[in-house]
C-alpha cells in the first residue's frame, strides 16, 4: 500500500539555522508529492509540491526535490525564521488516486 | 475570504448522541473530500465527492458515518452514535478537477466526545 514516513518530532533550531525534515514514501507508481504545513491554530496549507521524478518544489525558501530512486523528499531550508515554527506533513497521491496519504507530521519550533 | 469553511470549529457532545459537521468549499471547486485527524497523527482519508456523487470511502467510515453532498455543493458529516474514539478533528478539503490538483483544507471542526 501507499505510505509516508517522516522525520520524527519534535524539532527545535536557532533562528537562521539549517533544516531538513526527512520524508520517505512507498507507492506504486509515479505518485506526487506534497509539503503542507499547519501554522498553530490555522488549517493546513500547501507548502510545495512536485509532480514527477527529479522536480524540485520550491516556496518560501522551503525547497524539496522528488527523488525516485531513494523514494524522497526531504524539507529544506537554508535559514529558517520563528515564523517558521508549525507542524509540516510530508504527503502523497498516485496517479488515478483521489485521496492524500500523510506522514505523522513533523512539529518544529523555532527559536530566537 | 473564499477558502474552505467548516462549521462549527469545535463540538462537545456526551457518548451516543448524534453530530453533524458542515463543510463549505470554494466555489468552483467540484471536489470535496473528508479526513481525520487524531492527535500527533497525521490526516487521513474518509471519504470524497465529485459534485453530488461520493465516489470512495475508506474502510475507516463506519456504519455510524454518512457524508452527503446534497446539491453539489457544501457537504455533511454525521456521526451517530458518537463513541469516545471518534473524539478527533474532522477535515474538509477541495479541489478542482484537473491533471495537477491541489486540495484547499479548510480550519477544521475539533471533536471532544465526553
Known amino acids: 500500500g501507499n505510505s509516508v514516513t517522516q522525520m520524527e518530532g519534535p524539532v527545535t533550531l536557532s533562528e537562521e539555522a539549517f533544516l531538513t525534515i526527512n520524508c520517505t514514501y512507498t507507492?506504486?507508481?509515479?505518485?506526487?508529492l506534497f509539503w503542507y504545513v499547519q501554522y498553530p491554530g490555522e488549517g493546513l496549507q500547501l507548502l510545495l509540491k512536485a509532480t514527477k521524478a527529479d522536480d524540485k518544489g520550491s516556496n518560501k525558501g522551503f525547497e524539496a526535490t522528488y527523488r525516485k530512486e531513494t523514494t524522497s523528499f526531504h524539507l529544506e531550508k537554508g535559514s529558517v525564521q520563528v515564523s517558521d515554527s508549525a507542524v509540516y506533513f510530508c504527503a502523497l497521491n498516485p496517479p488515478g488516486n483521489e485521496k492524500l496519504t500523510f506522514g505523522t507530521g513533523t512539529r518544529l519550533t523555532i527559536i530566537p | 475570504d473564499t477558502g474552505v469553511s467548516q462549521d462549527p470549529r469545535h463540538k462537545i457532545t456526551k457518548r451516543g448522541q448524534n453530530v453533524t459537521f458542515r463543510c463549505d468549499p470554494i466555489?468552483?471547486?467540484?471536489?470535496l473530500y473528508w479526513y481525520r485527524q487524531t492527535l500527533g497523527q497525521g490526516p487521513e482519508f474518509l471519504t470524497y465527492?465529485?459534485?453530488?456523487?461520493?465516489?470512495?470511502k475508506s474502510r475507516l467510515l463506519s456504519d455510524r458515518f454518512s457524508a452527503e453532498r446534497p446539491k453539489g455543493s457544501f457537504s455533511t458529516l454525521e456521526i451517530q452514535r458518537t463513541e469516545q474514539g471518534d473524539s478527533a478533528m474532522y477535515l474538509c478539503a477541495s479541489s478542482l478537477t484537473s491533471a495537477n490538483y491541489e486540495q484547499y483544507f479548510g480550519p477544521g471542526t475539533r471533536l471532544t466526545v465526553t
Open positions: 465527492f465529485q459534485n453530488e456523487a461520493q465516489l470512495e
Open positions: 507507492a506504486t507508481g509515479y505518485p506526487s
Open positions: 466555489s468552483e471547486h467540484n471536489r
